[in-house]
C-alpha cells in the first residue's frame, strides 16, 4: 500500500514537473501597451532609412492584400498545414501595432512572439530576422509607425487542431529557431558581408529557395536548394541553379535591379514582387546582395561554362525550325516564334528560350505561369513583354506548347504530367492574382517609393 502511494507520488511530481516545464517553455509575458507615438518624433533619415529595409525585406507584400492599404494585412499564405494570413503592421491603436514599443517589436522580429505573449507561425520569417541589428530594427519601427493608420482585423488563420495551438510553435522554434546573431566573416569584403547580412537576415531569401522538411522549417543541409513560393517554383540559387548559363554578380545585379537580364529572362511571380521593391533602394545594397548570392552559386566547373558557351553560340545563332508538324509547333510557329524569333531588342522581342531558366527547369510550373498570365512591363525599364495565353488557350494547347518548348529549346529530360501542372498553375495564378498586392499596388508617391 506505501509502495503503491510512492509510484503515484513519484508519477503526480513527474506530470507536474512536465507542467511546470511545458508552461515555462511556452509562455511569453505581455508588453505593457504605449500611447501611439506621433509621427513627427521619428528622426525623419531614421524613417527613410526604415523604409529602404521594408522594401529589401518584402515586408509591403506580404502584408498587404490586393486593393485594400498598404501594410493593412490579411494576405493568405498558403502552407502544407493550412492558410495563415498576415497580420495589420500599421499603427492603428486597436487591430495594428500602434500600441506596440520598441522592444514589442524587436521581440516580435526576433523571437517571432506579439506584444500579447502569443508565438507567431513561422510564416513570418523570423528565423531570419533574428538576424536584424537593433538599428536596422530601430528605423523598421520608425518607418512602420509612421504610415497611414488603418482599422482592419484580417481573417482567423484556417488550421486544423491541433495545428491552431501556438502553444505548439515554441516546440518548433526549440528545434528550428536558431539565436545565433549575426557575424562578419574577417576574410570577406565589407560588400560582401553586408550582402550576407541581408540575405540570411532581413531579405530572407531562403525562406522561398530551400526546400523544407516535415515540420516546415528550412533543411539548412539543401540550403538554396529549390523551394516554393505561392504556387510558383523559387529556383535552386546555388550551384544546382539550372539556369543554361551561370550566374554572376553583374548578371544578379542586372536582374535583381531591373527586374531581368537576356541571360536569364525575366522575374515573375513573387520575384516580380521582390525586384520591384529592390528598385527603389540604394544601388549599393544591391551590389551587397549580388556579391554574396555570386559566391553561394560559386564558380562555374569548366564543363558547366563549356556547355554555357554552347548553349549562347546556338541562341545566338540563326538556324532554320527543325520540320516538326506536332500541335505544339503549330501553336509556337502561330503565337511565340513572331516575338522569340524576330531577333528584336525588348520591348517587342522575346527572351531567347535557350537561355530561359524556365524552359531548363525540373519543374514545368514557372512556364506555364508565365504562358497563362504573361510578362507586364517593368516600370522605367525596356523589358521583355508577353501577352497571357490563359483566356485563348486550353489546358491541352498550353501543355503540348510546353513540351515543344522543352524539347526544341533545353537539353533536359521531357517533363511528365504537364497538362496537370498547367491545370494546377492556372488554379494557382487565379488565386495569386485575386489575394497579391502586386507591383500595382506599391505606394506611388515619390516619398514611400524611395525614388528620388
Not at 528560350?353 to 525540373?362: D, E, G, H, N, V
Not at 494557382?428 to 508617391?445: E, I, M
Amino acid at each position: 500500500m506505501a509502495s503503491s502511494r510512492i509510484i503515484v507520488g513519484v508519477i503526480a511530481c513527474i506530470v507536474a514537473a512536465g507542467a511546470i516545464a511545458a508552461v515555462a517553455v511556452t509562455w511569453r509575458s505581455p508588453i505593457a501597451v504605449i500611447e501611439p507615438p506621433a509621427p513627427q518624433s521619428f528622426d525623419p533619415a531614421l524613417v527613410r532609412r526604415g523604409r529602404d529595409l521594408a522594401a529589401i525585406g518584402n515586408c509591403g507584400d506580404c502584408h498587404t492584400l490586393r486593393g485594400a492599404k498598404d501594410f493593412a494585412g490579411g494576405f493568405p499564405v498558403p502552407t502544407p498545414f493550412g492558410t495563415i494570413y498576415s497580420s495589420n503592421i500599421t499603427p492603428d491603436a486597436e487591430t495594428g501595432i500602434g500600441r506596440w514599443s520598441e522592444a514589442a517589436f524587436r521581440r516580435a522580429m526576433r523571437s517571432g512572439v506579439d506584444r500579447d505573449g502569443r508565438h507567431l507561425y513561422p510564416t513570418f520569417p523570423y528565423d531570419h530576422f533574428i538576424n536584424v541589428s537593433d538599428e536596422d530594427g530601430r528605423a523598421l519601427y520608425a518607418y512602420l509607425m509612421t504610415r497611414q493608420p488603418v482599422h482592419a482585423r484580417p481573417r482567423a488563420n484556417e488550421l486544423p487542431f491541433p495545428l491552431d495551438q501556438r502553444f505548439l510553435i515554441a516546440g518548433w522554434k526549440l528545434l528550428f529557431l536558431h539565436r545565433a546573431a549575426y557575424q562578419p566573416d574577417a576574410t570577406q569584403s565589407a560588400e560582401w558581408n553586408r550582402g550576407f547580412y541581408l540575405v540570411e537576415g532581413l531579405a530572407h531569401c531562403g525562406a522561398c529557395h530551400t526546400p523544407r522538411n516535415a515540420l516546415g522549417a528550412e533543411r539548412k543541409s539543401a540550403q538554396y536548394a529549390g523551394g516554393e513560393a505561392e504556387h510558383w517554383h523559387a529556383y535552386a540559387i546555388n550551384g544546382q541553379s539550372p539556369a543554361p548559363v551561370p550566374w554572376n554578380a553583374d548578371a544578379l545585379f542586372a536582374y535583381l535591379r531591373n527586374g531581368w537580364h537576356p541571360d536569364h529572362g525575366v522575374a515573375r511571380g513573387p520575384m516580380a514582387q521582390v525586384v520591384s521593391n529592390l528598385s527603389s533602394v540604394p544601388e549599393s545594397e544591391i551590389r551587397a546582395i549580388a556579391a554574396y548570392m555570386a559566391g553561394v552559386f560559386g564558380a562555374p566547373t569548366p564543363d558547366r561554362k563549356r556547355r554555357a558557351d554552347e548553349v549562347l553560340t546556338q541562341a545566338r545563332s540563326a538556324s532554320p525550325p527543325p520540320d516538326d508538324a506536332t500541335p505544339g509547333a503549330s501553336i509556337y510557329a502561330a503565337a511565340c516564334a513572331g516575338c522569340h524569333e524576330a531577333d528584336r531588342p525588348p520591348p517587342y522581342g522575346g527572351v531567347n528560350l535557350r537561355l530561359s531558366t524556365a524552359i531548363s527547369s525540373p519543374d514545368a510550373r514557372n512556364a506555364a505561369n508565365t504562358v497563362l498570365s504573361g510578362v507586364g512591363p517593368v516600370e522605367g525599364e525596356r523589358s521583355p513583354i508577353m501577352p497571357g495565353f490563359a483566356a485563348s488557350m486550353d489546358d491541352r494547347q498550353i501543355a503540348a506548347l510546353l513540351s515543344y518548348l522543352r524539347a526544341r529549346f533545353s537539353n533536359a529530360p521531357a517533363w511528365s504530367g504537364v497538362e496537370k501542372t498547367v491545370a494546377d498553375a492556372r488554379g494557382g495564378q487565379a488565386l495569386f492574382l485575386q489575394t497579391s498586392a502586386g507591383p500595382t499596388s506599391a505606394p506611388t508617391d515619390p516619398a514611400q517609393r524611395g525614388k528620388p
